[in-house]
Nanobody, 119 residues
Framework: QKRLVESGGGLVQPGGSLRLSCRVS???????????MTWYRQVPGKQREWVAN???????NYVDSVQGRFTISRDNGKRSVYLQMNSLKPEDTAVYYC??????????WGQGTQVTVSS
């Protein structure tokens, strides 16, 4: 069964940092290597927002609101993708999810990891 498991969220003060992790299980390495991996976030009552992605060739892209503060990376051997979040702001508060891009029907969304930025 193909699964996504996110971790690393928590409560942090404005200006703080967190590192999110996402592991994909149930797929072979060559398949993972071919995926663009993406982080999304969602606030209750709002649509899920695309945050950042990293291609198989390690090209990275970010939404404007996190550019310069967040860094996405991947470790293919661990079938994992990471999101280093620095200079966090209250508006970064959300549940963060990872997935392949575009999402595939055979890969279920994970439960996400809650990030709360508050003093």
């Amino acid at each position: 069964q193909k699964r996504l498991v996110e971790s690393g969220g928590g409560l942090v003060q404005p200006g703080g940092s967190l590192r999110l992790s996402c592991r994909v299980s149930g797929i072979i390495l060559s398949v993972f290597n071919a995926y663009t991996m993406t982080w999304y976030r969602q606030v209750p009552g709002k649509q899920r927002e695309w945050v950042a992605n990293i291609t198989p060739g390690y090209v990275t892209n970010y939404v404007d609101s996190v550019q310069g503060r967040f860094t996405i990376s991947r470790d293919n051997g661990k079938r994992s993708v990471y999101l280093q979040m620095n200079s966090l702001k209250p508006e970064d508060t959300a549940v963060y999810y990872c997935n392949v891009e575009p999402p595939q029907p055979e890969i279920s969304w994970g439960q996400g990891t809650q990030v709360t930025v508050s003093s």
